[in-house]
């Protein structure tokens, strides 16, 4: 077996922002786990500049624990950016990325690196319930994820977030792509390689109330994922402007043949006339929303701007 899969060195990837009550348990139940599987091993911390005492615990415990490192940006960037630059920074030969706040459980970093150990490049976790989440939340993440993978040009596993190992070699090829919008789920379905899951139950968050909107989140997210990785919905514009193009000639052709043929009098219709309008209008509206929301994509791109800015690194 080659060397380095023999004792790999273990990067945990954690973006925070706001956790001071989270950090403490976290790092329990990690270090607990990383202990017990016995290899080299780094957690990354990476903070976006919090209100809270966030900070001050994770420098109180790299004093504890030379393996923690810290990694804190200029200003708030958001979790994408801040799980994009531990992927940057990051030092193993895997690297396991995983929210602070408990929902996703340490104890599932054992299980994924014997999925890796039996060749898998790619490991992600899988939800089989979600506790404290509810009807609407769960429903729109099932829905949006088979939206996406109707007319994405990728298969992104569903019922799945973040919470993932990926191999050194892909964490490379992710490290490559370089874009703006940091949609990892996206990213790592796209570079390939062998992939699998293991399943778990999402547990409610262990202290805190969550930086994250349930709802709004969940569906830019999916929308995320669908402008990222797929043309289809301009192509769906596309498709519609032609119908309805072919309805108003058709429409326009019963018209004259009511008037010149039958010898119909019409009679202005101020009802058909609005609906057509507002009809149209909403069209024209939406069409240029999508192509707005393509266009901006390629502004941000074309920009070239940095993710994340990092303002200072603690023991990296």
């Given at each position: 077996?080659?060397?380095?899969?023999?004792?790999?060195?273990?990067?945990?990837?954690?973006?925070?922002?706001?956790?001071?009550?989270?950090?403490?348990?976290?790092?329990?139940?990690?270090?607990?786990?990383?202990?017990?599987?016995?290899?080299?091993?780094?957690?990354?911390?990476?903070?976006?500049?919090?209100?809270?005492?966030?900070?001050?615990?994770?420098?109180?415990?790299?004093?504890?624990?030379?393996?923690?490192?810290?990694?804190?940006?200029?200003?708030?960037?958001?979790?994408?950016?801040?799980?994009?630059?531990?992927?940057?920074?990051?030092?193993?030969?895997?690297?396991?990325?995983?929210?602070?706040?408990?929902?996703?459980?340490?104890?599932?970093?054992?299980?994924?690196?014997?999925?890796?150990?039996?060749?898998?490049?790619?490991?992600?976790?899988?939800?089989?319930?979600?506790?404290?989440?509810?009807?609407?939340?769960?429903?729109?993440?099932?829905?949006?994820?088979?939206?996406?993978?109707?007319?994405?040009?990728?298969?992104?596993?569903?019922?799945?977030?973040?919470?993932?190992?990926?191999?050194?070699?892909?964490?490379?090829?992710?490290?490559?792509?370089?874009?703006?919008?940091?949609?990892?789920?996206?990213?790592?379905?796209?570079?390939?390689?062998?992939?699998?899951?293991?399943e778990y139950?999402?547990?409610?968050?262990?202290?805190?109330?969550?930086?994250?909107?349930?709802?709004?989140?969940?569906?830019?997210?999916a929308f995320?994922?669908?402008?990222?990785?797929?043309?289809?919905?301009?192509?769906v514009a596309?498709?519609?402007?032609?119908?309805?193009?072919?309805?108003?000639?058709?429409?326009?052709?019963?018209?004259?043949?009511?008037?010149?043929?039958?010898?119909?009098?019409?009679?202005?219709?101020?009802?058909?006339?609005?609906?057509?309008?507002?009809?149209?209008?909403?069209?024209?509206?939406?069409?240029?929303?999508?192509?707005?929301?393509?266009?901006?994509?390629?502004?941000?791109?074309?920009?070239?701007?940095?993710?994340?800015?990092?303002?200072?690194?603690?023991?990296?």
């Amino acid at each position: 077996m080659n060397e380095t899969i023999k004792a790999p060195k273990i990067s945990i990837i954690v973006p925070v922002y706001r956790e001071e009550t989270n950090i403490k348990p976290f790092l329990q139940r990690t270090e607990f786990v990383l202990t017990k599987i016995n290899l080299p091993y780094e957690i990354l911390f990476c903070l976006d500049p919090s209100p809270d005492k966030t900070e001050q615990i994770i420098m109180d415990e790299i004093k504890r624990n030379e393996n923690i490192r810290l990694i804190k940006f200029s200003r708030r960037f958001g979790q994408p950016a801040a799980t994009m630059a531990g992927i940057h920074l990051c030092k193993g030969n895997v690297g396991i990325v995983i929210d602070v706040d408990l929902q996703d459980p340490p104890e599932l970093i054992e299980p994924m690196l014997a999925k890796w150990r039996e060749g898998y490049k790619v490991v992600y976790a899988k939800r089989r319930s979600r506790k404290g989440e509810t009807f609407l939340k769960t429903w729109i993440s099932h829905f949006g994820y088979r939206v996406i993978n109707k007319i994405s040009d990728v298969s992104i596993p569903s019922d799945t977030g973040d919470f993932r190992l990926m191999d050194r070699r892909v964490i490379d090829e992710v490290k490559r792509l370089n874009e703006s919008h940091g949609f990892l789920r996206g990213m790592v379905a796209f570079v390939g390689f062998k992939q699998t899951f293991v399943e778990y139950d999402r547990d409610e968050r262990a202290s805190g109330v969550t930086n994250y909107n349930r709802y709004l989140g969940s569906l830019r997210i999916a929308f995320n994922g669908i402008v990222g990785f797929s043309i289809r919905p301009l192509q769906v514009a596309t498709i519609l402007g032609g119908i309805i193009a072919v309805g108003a000639f058709l429409l326009g052709f019963w018209i004259l043949v009511e008037k010149l043929i039958l010898q119909v009098e019409l009679t202005p219709g101020l009802t058909w006339t609005i609906v057509l309008i507002t009809f149209l209008s909403g069209v024209q509206l939406l069409s240029l929303g999508i192509m707005g929301e393509y266009v901006g994509r390629i502004y941000e791109e074309v920009k070239r701007r940095p993710q994340y800015i990092v303002e200072k690194t603690e023991n990296l």
